[in-house]
């Protein structure tokens, strides 16, 4: 018997070796697969835990809040360029401008010049000076009866009218006695004055001795007219501060008539005829003090300046 059983007794033992062994290991093998009930499982990078919000940087767990548009900005609306108005050089106008860069035709008379009913002091009143065009003739008188009825003043018309003759020889005159510099800052070359217009006018006060002084500003009369004369049309032609524009000195006794409606808007914007037309004096005051703006040579100026010479 014991014969026939060894050459079975090796082969047994192997078997439950290797049995034994497989059990051994099957069990630790087994045991690597088995989590507890408290390991959270592992996540892929890309997965989103429950509970959290979308986010907009992929791969991560911050959450972005989405950005509030921009408010758009209102483009402002371009400021138009004023257009600048035409010189009106129309003598049949009351606008029209007269200045160095803008003269009259030495053969310009006005139309129908005559006397208004006004105050001079002189008794002939049937000179040029004291002539006008009609309707700068009857603004004059009623400005002339305000100042007096509203505040009790009365205002003289000193020199009105001139002609071109009688232009040129006051500048000559003033550059024989006066010189260059003081002519050009207050005596207009002929052609280029005011006057010829016969919308213009130099007026004065009894308290000034019916003079033409920078004074006449600090009277009642000067400073009423001052206040008051664009209600009747006229303007102050020539305004302190305003030298380098107009080219001239102040001259506050120097009114101009140019309707009521311009006279407001000058009066409210306190604009010259030359702004308003975009024409300021194009001559610089070197020039001025330099230049006479007649001939010198000529024998009109000549027989005038041998007079003082």
Not at 144 to 162: I, M, N, Q
Not at 253 to 262: D, F, S
Request: charged fraction near 20%; aromatic fraction near 12%.
């Amino acid at each position: 018997m014991k014969k026939f059983l060894r050459p079975f007794a090796v082969p047994a033992v192997l078997w439950a070796l290797g049995f034994g062994l497989s059990l051994l290991f099957g069990a630790c093998d087994s045991s690597s697969d088995t989590l507890g009930d408290d390991t959270p499982a592992p996540t892929s990078s890309l997965e989103i835990p429950a509970g959290t919000a979308p986010s907009t940087d992929i791969g991560t767990n911050e959450t972005v809040s989405p950005t509030d548009p921009p408010t758009p900005t209102a483009t402002p609306a371009p400021t138009p360029t004023p257009t600048p108005l035409v010189v009106n050089t129309d003598t049949s106008t009351v606008t029209f401008l007269v200045n160095r860069e803008y003269p009259l035709p030495d053969s310009f008379v006005p139309a129908d010049l005559t006397t208004p009913d006004v105050l001079f002091p002189f008794s002939d009143t049937s000179i040029d000076k004291a002539k006008m065009t009609p309707e700068a003739g009857e603004a004059l008188a009623r400005l002339f009866d305000a100042a007096y009825t509203e505040a009790g003043l009365t205002l003289y018309g000193v020199s009105a009218y001139r002609s071109y003759a009688r232009q040129y020889t006051i500048y000559a005159t003033n550059l024989a006695t006066r010189g260059i510099a003081h002519t050009n800052r207050y005596s207009a070359a002929p052609g280029r004055s005011e006057h010829q217009t016969g919308l213009a006018i130099d007026i004065s006060c009894a308290s000034e001795g019916y003079g033409l002084e920078d004074t006449f500003a600090d009277t009642p009369e000067g400073i009423w007219v001052s206040e008051n004369a664009h209600r009747f049309g006229f303007i102050l032609r020539y305004p302190k501060d305003k030298e380098h524009i107009t080219g001239y000195n102040y001259e506050p006794w120097h009114i101009r008539y140019v309707g009521t409606e311009l006279a407001g808007h000058l009066y409210e914007t306190g604009l010259t005829l030359d702004e308003y037309y975009g024409a300021p004096s194009t001559l610089s005051a070197e020039y001025l003090e330099t230049t006479p703006l007649i001939d010198t040579t000529a024998e009109s100026y000549l027989s005038i300046y041998r007079q003082y010479h």
